[in-house]
């Protein structure tokens, strides 16, 4: 009897005990919480413990924690998903990945536009050696597949090239990657017909992953270029994620609604596609990207060899000159090189100030030379301004729409590059949310967490969820914004004040704390 009694007395405290909760690692105080689904904020806590997302909500002031953060007057959200980067060989010499730290990024998808690491399996055995301090997904690049098999050749693949090509891709997606791309304005991609694509295609759908594409046209053609990825997608069985959609060229400029409508309408008629866009008037990519596709078949020699006869160079001139006049424009003053190894002074500089630089004649076809003689020395990474800001704000307003950089790990002080690697999320929520208005603070969010995590299958990131990866950055929604210019690039973005990574502190009180907590995140195809 006096045993039974003694369990009644003990009862309360031992129930107590058993619902106490455990001691956070680190406990995010009296912040404003946006949970990623577009919902509006509620004030409140969250608790990191073991690197994942423990409670949610108005948590006791008794609650234990060996890190407190105080949270007050900021904005609490899911880390960043940055849907289409290129961090191939950057990761090796900046594994800090600060650029995109201090934007808010915790997970970047590289692979994009074709062109990934060609063993995927050896990719993320070396990611995982490095502790990148974001997390890495990747696609596998079409365009690389291709050259494995049959190198830059301008020709249909043959049955047995063409199933060497599948065997890769289904070799890549088993080794985790979350989907196809294809950069199809790129050698080889450009070369590829559509049926080549859709097989190829087809080999991701089995793996449950997506088709990412770099379309055939972002100009005069784009309406088509669009027509072909999503009959790729309804041919071959997947999602479809278009890159970058933009309008280049003034004769284009001000049809973003036909566009959109083109998206939307296979929306509703239940073909899974969303799109990414960097918000900026300018693109970045390389030099040869201006030349006609036939002259860069077969590799460079190849290409040396076609322009080194006079007939093929003036035709390619006068083919760029007749480009250059297409765009309205007199000269290339819209192309900026961003990164010229050979001659480092000519970064930051148009193709027009280089060829007046050369003492040549000021004139379109002497630029045009110019832009063959750089060519053939180096394939110069370029800034080409050529983009309307009504349709960037339009495209922006699109719901499925996801905010990418489409850049790589950037190296302080190296190169002239596109600001887009440094201020692309904090651009969004500074300028276009604050500022302008153009979409809501929670829609922004949205934007970056919860629907690139739904796009690319990654599960229990891009939500403030209990048990959810905890990938957390708070940040000032009155001070957030992009310092990366044009003329200035190398400028980090702030208002971040802290940034979690896998449950550790990556970024306190707006600076890095070296930590490296990121992780590979496989496709669902993963053996």
């Not at 097989?199 to 027509?227: C, F, K, P, W």
């Not at 980090?492 to 590979?520: C, D, I, W």
């Amino acid at each position: 009897m006096r045993r039974c009694l003694l369990l009644l007395l003990l009862l309360p405290h031992l129930l107590i005990a058993q619902t106490a909760p455990q001691r956070a690692d680190i406990l995010i105080r009296n912040g404003r919480l946006y949970d990623g689904t577009g919902n509006t904020w509620t004030l409140g806590d969250v608790a990191v413990r073991a690197g994942r997302i423990v409670a949610v909500g108005q948590l006791p002031a008794s609650y234990p924690a060996d890190t407190v953060l105080d949270a007050r007057g900021l904005a609490v959200a899911p880390g960043f998903i940055d849907v289409h980067t290129h961090i191939e060989d950057d990761e090796v010499r900046q594994p800090t990945a600060d650029n995109f730290l201090y934007d808010g990024v915790t997970t970047v998808v590289t692979g994009n536009c074709g062109s990934s690491r060609p063993d995927l399996r050896r990719y993320f055995r070396q990611l995982d050696s490095l502790h990148l301090s974001v997390n890495v997904a990747s696609l596998v690049g079409q365009g690389t597949v291709r050259k494995a098999v049959m190198g830059r050749a301008q020709r249909q693949p043959s049955q047995a090239e063409l199933q060497r090509m599948e065997t890769l891709v289904d070799s890549a997606m088993r080794a985790g990657a979350v989907g196809l791309s294809s950069g199809l304005i790129y050698v080889p991609g450009t070369y590829t017909r559509t049926p080549e694509l859709v097989r190829l295609a087809r080999v991701a759908a089995r793996h449950h992953g997506l088709y990412a594409t770099h379309m055939r046209n972002e100009s005069d053609s784009v309406r088509q270029a669009i027509q072909e990825a999503l009959l790729i997608g309804r041919e071959a069985g997947l999602p479809v994620q278009i890159s970058h959609l933009k309008l280049g060229g003034q004769q284009n400029w001000g049809h973003t609604d036909e566009l959109l409508s083109l998206i939307e309408t296979a929306r509703q008629q239940g073909q899974p596609v969303t799109i990414d866009q960097y918000p900026y008037t300018a693109s970045s990519t390389s030099l040869s990207t201006l030349l006609p596709d036939d002259v860069q078949a077969d590799g460079r020699d190849s290409l040396r060899a076609r322009l080194a006869r006079p007939a093929v160079r003036r035709q390619v001139e006068q083919f760029l000159a007749q480009r250059l006049k297409r765009k309205g424009l007199k000269h290339f003053s819209y192309a900026v090189v961003a990164s010229f190894p050979p001659e480092p002074s000519y970064n930051g500089r148009s193709l027009e100030e280089i060829n007046q630089l050369r003492h040549r004649p000021h004139n379109a076809r002497a630029e045009a030379a110019t832009v063959l003689d750089l060519v053939l020395q180096y394939d110069a990474g370029m800034v080409f301004h050529g983009m309307s800001e009504t349709d960037v704000q339009n495209i922006m307003r699109y719901p499925q729409n996801m905010v990418a950089s489409d850049a790589s790990i950037r190296v302080w002080q190296e190169g002239a590059p596109h600001p887009r690697g440094y201020g692309s999320n904090a651009r969004v929520l500074g300028h276009y949310v604050r500022e302008l208005r153009i979409i809501t603070l929670e829609e922004a969010i949205r934007r970056m967490t919860s629907l690139p995590a739904q796009t690319f299958g990654f599960a229990n990131r891009g939500l403030l969820r209990p048990g959810f990866a905890a990938d957390i950055v708070v940040f000032d929604p009155a001070t957030v914004a992009d310092k990366s210019t044009f003329a200035q690039p190398h400028q980090y973005s702030v208002g971040m004040k802290y940034v979690l990574v896998n449950g550790r502190l990556t970024v306190r009180e707006g600076q890095h704390t070296s930590q490296r907590a990121g992780q590979v995140l496989y496709g669902p195809g993963k053996e």
